[in-house]
């Protein structure tokens, strides 16, 4: 079983960065694919950026080259840094573990 916990989000103009934190717990995490998703209202859940246990990444379209995920194994914890934020960027922002346990989710709202 993993748990995942999300912090980081709030209230940003267009421009700002945030970072987007996830705690982890379980003894899986250090072999264990991480993700963050995203939902906006009346959209889907996407995936955002994924990061592998060796730390290979991937992103979506959307956010190359303005967010970066990165994780800390002995922390058992996974970032988001999103910079550039965009209003397109609002959502509600999900970790993952594995596609298979989610966290609440945290709240990112950008402003124009």
């Known amino acids: 079983q993993v748990q995942l916990v999300e912090s980081g989000g709030g209230l940003v103009q267009a421009g700002g960065s945030l970072t987007l934190s996830c705690a982890a717990s379980?003894?899986?995490?250090?072999?264990?694919?991480m993700g963050w998703y995203r939902q906006a209202p009346g959209k889907q859940r996407e995936l955002v950026a994924r990061?592998?246990?060796?730390?290979?990444?991937t992103y979506a379209s959307s956010v190359k080259g303005r967010f970066t995920i990165s994780r800390d194994n002995a922390k058992k914890m996974v970032y988001l840094q999103m910079n550039s934020l965009k209003p397109e960027d609002t959502a509600v922002y999900y970790c993952?573990?594995?596609?298979?346990?989610w966290g609440q989710g945290t709240q990112v709202t950008v402003s124009s």
């Open positions: 379980g003894s899986i995490f250090g072999v264990s694919a």
């Open positions: 993952n573990c594995r596609n298979i346990f």
């Open positions: 990061i592998s246990s060796a730390g290979t990444t």
